[in-house]
């Protein structure tokens, strides 16, 4: 908790702009979180790993939980029973968490769509369970959620206009059946609305409009980095951003790498998550100012250097590329867990140098300076 955060207030403050791009920072009763901000991704009440005092040590002030994933194991009742995620995983920052339905299109089987909610079954036990905008307010609210997405239904993309419009409108009811149901939760958490509409600018800008006209505490993106190329994901951000409010934060769902977080925050982002950071870790590559490095190749097995000398992260600084590529070839877990460590630590310090260029009115230069970092390679 800093000292000047009221105990019971969620709030955005707008600090500095420079064109669409903006910095600030976002205060809820478990501590600020910086924009334009990386959240590290704890799918099932873990950044996977890490330990939550390195994730802190890296700069991250919020982090993500999974409601699909907790409902289905350990359960949501159980996690409120043994005092909510936050006591659960000892992370006692702001967390973030999903609606689930996204997880329950894309990995449960079995499911039924209809106006009330999404049956499916789990991809865990089997077992039906019934995900309907009340519930899913419910299970983040059992989780003790800082701030929580509206239940909507994402597309995958291509997708027909027709498809995408049906989606938009049903996650537009599901919108105003969440915030209803977020009612009866306690001061100082946030709902989120999720603009949807595919890549049609004018089904965009009607989900916009309309959730801003529902008054939002935030605005998160949905609908995007589902397989569409960057320039429609960038298209579809330029098309949304001027239809927010500028004085609510918005949340790019699921993205991205370094470039896309760059392209973003010029466009108007404040909030991103994404799972690359920690599965490209389990995948041996590394993220750096020299651009990405895979530590598989052979030609890192007699390289004496650490991935990067000058950082302030031990695995960026205090490890041979030799050690890391020989843990990666023996499969062995420390090699995931520093190359993991290592791009949460890269994610934060992209966002805070983007934060600190922001305010100092030269963000295109930040921009320019550190895609020439990664295109010079690691000489
Ligand atoms: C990867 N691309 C991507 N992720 C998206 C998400 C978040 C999906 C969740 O599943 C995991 O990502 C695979 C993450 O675990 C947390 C962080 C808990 O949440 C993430 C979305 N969620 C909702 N509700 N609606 C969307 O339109 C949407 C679009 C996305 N595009």
Redesign the pocket.
């Known amino acids: 908790m800093t000292p000047d955060t009221p105990a019971d207030t969620f709030s955005f403050t707008l600090s500095a702009t420079d064109g669409a791009a903006r910095t600030g920072y976002v205060s809820t009763p478990r501590g600020r979180i910086r924009t334009p901000a990386f959240m590290p991704?704890g799918?099932v009440a873990t950044v996977k790993g890490l330990y939550f005092d390195q994730v802190r040590a890296a700069g991250a002030d919020i982090v993500?939980?999974?409601t699909y994933h907790l409902m289905l194991r350990p359960g949501a009742e159980r996690v409120a029973k043994l005092g909510g995620l936050h006591t659960f995983m000892r992370w006692d920052g702001p967390i973030l968490?999903?609606?689930g339905?996204?997880?329950v299109m894309s990995l449960s089987s079995l499911r039924k769509m209809s106006e009330q909610g999404v049956t499916f079954r789990s991809h865990v036990d089997g077992a039906y369970h019934e995900m309907s905008p009340e519930r899913s307010v419910e299970i983040q609210g059992l989780l003790g959620a800082d701030i929580q997405?509206q239940l909507?239904e994402?597309v995958r993309l291509p997708c027909t206009d027709e498809e995408a419009e049906r989606a938009m409108r049903l996650s537009l009811r599901w919108a105003e059946r969440s915030k209803r149901a977020f009612e009866t939760q306690p001061k100082g958490r946030a709902i989120f609305g999720?603009v949807?509409g595919g890549a049609v600018p004018a089904l965009r800008v009607e989900s916009a409009r309309a959730l801003a006209d529902m008054d939002f505490p935030g605005y998160?993106i949905?609908?995007?980095?589902?397989g569409e190329p960057q320039e429609v994901m960038l298209a579809m951000i330029e098309t949304v951003a001027p239809h927010l409010p500028t004085n609510k934060p918005r949340y790019l769902?699921?993205?991205g790498t370094p470039d896309d977080l760059l392209e973003s925050v010029a466009r108007g982002i404040d909030m991103f998550?994404?799972?690359m950071p920690t599965r490209s870790g389990r995948h041996a590559l590394a993220f750096t100012r020299f651009g990405r490095i895979n530590l598989k190749n052979a030609r890192h097995a007699e390289d004496p250097r650490p991935l990067d000398e000058e950082s302030d992260c031990p695995a960026l600084r205090d490890y041979s590329r030799a050690y890391l590529h020989h843990l990666v070839r023996c499969e062995e877990m420390l090699g995931a867990m520093l190359i993991s460590w290592a791009n949460i630590h890269y994610y934060q310090q992209l966002m805070a140098g983007a934060r600190a260029a922001i305010a100092a009115g030269r963000y295109a230069d930040y921009v320019a300076q550190t895609k020439e970092g990664w295109a010079r390679g690691d000489l």
Do not use: H, R
């Not at 949905?222 to 589902?226: E, F, P, T, W």
């Open positions: 991704v799918t993500l939980g999974n968490t999903d609606s339905g996204f997880q997405m909507d994402c999720i949807q998160s949905g609908g995007l980095a589902v769902m699921g993205v998550d994404c799972v």
